[in-house]
């Protein structure tokens, strides 16, 4: 099947073939100099609820901007948005022209009212999808999400590396078999857009799968894990609802502390936070 430009009216961009192959190779340079950490879903103030117990997310993550961690449960406006963002590492040279140039694709492929005044892309999250490697030696193949929403203002938009991955919108109960709102994969180095009220606001939305087809595998400072496509996810999130470790209170600062320790253990921003 032909890869094709997708543009919706109802609020989707994707273009296939976005990212050139010098900026593949760059971007890629950059991510070998992180090291991706894994978290854990709650904390000692943050508890599990009755019925639910406590567990590693499924994958190692990174963010730039700023930092949600899962423990704090993420940005979640209009009422989850204090306390939960915080201040982390610039983008690199490597992401911010190409940065640029997808904010005014989405100016204008977007309703104005659609994108929030101030609107800008100022977070990221970068999921590591592949297999893990448990105690035993054994391989388990982790590379799905289920359905969620990604709750900051206006659009989001979405890099892709490695591996395709088939990613659904889906509206209404997980065993309705016609939930389905679209469906698509996103390929090696391809950009997805979406807002407005259907795709961003009505429905969740997911990774079911990720291919194994091309073998490749990016060979990244993550541990017991085999990182076969690495995601990008550009959001927004107001200036003042980002934090400085040092003003958090001191339950979410107790909380994420070990976090911050492991982070500084290989980036002077994080070092400095420590230290302030």
């Given at each position: 099947?032909?890869k094709?430009l997708i543009?919706?009216?109802d609020?989707?961009?994707?273009?296939?073939?976005f990212?050139?192959?010098?900026?593949?190779?760059?971007?890629?340079e950059?991510?070998?100099t992180?090291?991706p950490?894994?978290?854990?879903?709650y904390?000692e103030?943050?508890?599990?609820?009755?019925?639910?117990?406590?567990r590693?997310?499924?994958r190692?993550?990174?963010w730039?901007?700023?930092?949600?961690f899962?423990?704090l449960?993420?940005?979640?406006?209009?009422?989850g948005?204090?306390?939960?963002c915080?201040r982390?590492?610039n983008?690199?040279?490597?992401l911010k022209?190409?940065?640029?140039?997808i904010?005014?694709i989405?100016?204008?492929h977007f309703?104005?009212?659609?994108v929030?005044?101030?609107?800008?892309l100022?977070?990221?999250?970068?999921?590591f999808?592949g297999?893990?490697?448990?105690?035993?030696g054994?391989k388990?193949?982790?590379?799905?999400v289920?359905?969620?929403?990604?709750?900051?203002l206006?659009?989001?938009?979405s890099?892709s590396?490695?591996?395709?991955?088939?990613?659904?919108?889906?509206q209404g109960?997980?065993?309705?078999?016609n939930?389905?709102?679209?469906?698509?994969?996103?390929?090696?180095?391809?950009?997805?857009i979406?807002?407005?009220?259907l795709?961003?606001?009505?429905a969740?939305h997911?990774?079911?799968?990720?291919?194994n087809?091309?073998?490749?595998v990016?060979?990244?400072?993550?541990?017991n894990f085999?990182t076969?496509?690495?995601?990008?996810?550009f959001?927004?999130?107001p200036?003042?609802?980002?934090?400085?470790?040092?003003?958090?209170?001191?339950?979410p600062?107790?909380?994420i502390k070990n976090?911050?320790?492991?982070?500084?253990?290989?980036?002077?921003?994080?070092k400095?936070?420590?230290?302030?």
């Amino acid at each position: 099947m032909a890869k094709k430009l997708i543009i919706r009216k109802d609020g989707l961009f994707y273009h296939p073939t976005f990212i050139k192959k010098d900026e593949k190779i760059a971007i890629v340079e950059w991510i070998k100099t992180l090291h991706p950490i894994w978290e854990q879903r709650y904390s000692e103030h943050n508890p599990p609820p009755e019925g639910d117990t406590q567990r590693t997310l499924l994958r190692p993550v990174y963010w730039l901007g700023n930092w949600q961690f899962a423990c704090l449960n993420y940005y979640h406006p209009p009422k989850g948005i204090l306390n939960r963002c915080v201040r982390a590492e610039n983008y690199p040279k490597e992401l911010k022209k190409i940065i640029e140039t997808i904010e005014g694709i989405t100016k204008l492929h977007f309703k104005k009212s659609e994108v929030p005044k101030g609107w800008k892309l100022n977070t990221c999250l970068i999921n590591f999808y592949g297999t893990t490697i448990d105690k035993d030696g054994k391989k388990i193949d982790t590379a799905r999400v289920g359905d969620h929403k990604d709750f900051e203002l206006g659009p989001v938009a979405s890099l892709s590396f490695g591996e395709r991955a088939f990613f659904q919108f889906v509206q209404g109960k997980k065993d309705l078999k016609n939930n389905i709102l679209f469906e698509q994969w996103l390929e090696d180095s391809s950009l997805q857009i979406f807002g407005g009220e259907l795709y961003k606001e009505k429905a969740f939305h997911r990774v079911q799968r990720v291919e194994n087809k091309t073998k490749e595998v990016f060979l990244l400072n993550v541990d017991n894990f085999i990182t076969r496509r690495i995601n990008f996810t550009f959001r927004y999130v107001p200036e003042e609802h980002i934090v400085k470790y040092k003003d958090l209170p001191f339950e979410p600062k107790s909380d994420i502390k070990n976090y911050m320790e492991l982070l500084a253990k290989n980036s002077p921003h994080f070092k400095k936070s420590l230290e302030e």
